[in-house]
């Protein structure tokens, strides 16, 4: 089925691990995200895309590590996973700059003991 | 810096009640704003889009207003049901650049009662 999806849903993790979260999206959307979701917090940028190859920092991007190496993927690694870390993190895909619709994953709740 | 502010943080309402789920910004320079749906252990799901030249949009049973100048949007739900439980999220987005995100507000949570 089309749409964006994210892998694992759940995932815990050991501090000072390296994770990697996966996000996959079947539109070809140009633009991909990372927020974090957090109480207290809302939702907030970590990376986003506007096409393979080219990332940029969000609002809060220590930590992590992205890549796009193609257009349908956009993997978020923890490289030394903290408790601070601890989180559900959202992917999302957008088509182009103009003024569409941000489309979600159903996000993938990280634990880090 | 943009912020984002929800209100009531919580809702709870009979079915079949019409309500108002409120959210402002600061900063009036706005791209466009979104509101979103989304249910316990879920993702986001888009309800409306609205552009910073629109006032509103409609869907359904759900109306949403802009008011820029303000720095208010408004998400009506007429006959609102059981199946309208759900965690209301706005958000808006700055510019048309390709850093423009999305800054949210932290949502209002809405119940309603059979």
């Known amino acids: 089925d089309a749409g964006i999806t994210q892998s694992p849903r759940y995932k815990i993790t050991e501090t000072g691990r390296q994770v990697t979260l996966m996000c996959h999206q079947t539109?070809?959307?140009?633009?991909m995200f990372w927020y974090r979701q957090d109480l207290g917090h809302g939702l907030r940028l970590i990376y986003y895309?506007?096409?393979?190859?080219?990332?940029d920092k969000g609002e809060v991007p220590d930590g992590y590590v992205v890549s796009r190496s193609k257009t349908e993927n956009f993997p978020l690694t923890l490289e030394s996973a903290t408790r601070s870390q601890t989180s559900v993190y959202f992917c999302?895909?957008?088509?182009?700059?103009?003024?569409?619709?941000?489309?979600f994953g159903q996000g993938t709740r990280l634990t880090v003991v | 810096k943009q912020e984002v502010t929800q209100i009531p943080a919580a809702l709870s309402v009979p079915e079949g009640e019409n309500l108002v789920l409120n959210c402002s910004f600061t900063?009036?320079?706005?791209?466009?704003l979104q509101w979103f749906r989304q249910d316990p252990g879920k993702g986001l799901t888009s309800l409306l889009l609205?552009?910073?030249?629109?006032r509103e949009q409609t869907s359904g049973r759900l109306n949403a207003s802009l008011d820029k100048s303000s720095g208010r949007s408004t998400l009506y739900i007429a006959a609102s049901q059981p199946g309208d439980s759900a965690t209301y999220l706005c958000?808006?987005?700055?510019?048309?650049?390709?850093?423009?995100?999305?800054?949210f507000g932290e949502g209002t949570q809405l119940t309603v009662n059979p």
């Open positions: 999302a895909s957008r088509t182009g700059p103009s003024n569409t619709e941000a489309f």
């Open positions: 539109w070809s959307h140009s633009y």
């Open positions: 895309s506007a096409a393979a190859d080219i990332t």
């Open positions: 900063d009036s320079a706005i791209y466009n």
């Open positions: 609205i552009q910073s030249s629109q």
């Open positions: 958000a808006v987005r700055r510019g048309e650049t390709s850093g423009s995100r999305l800054t």
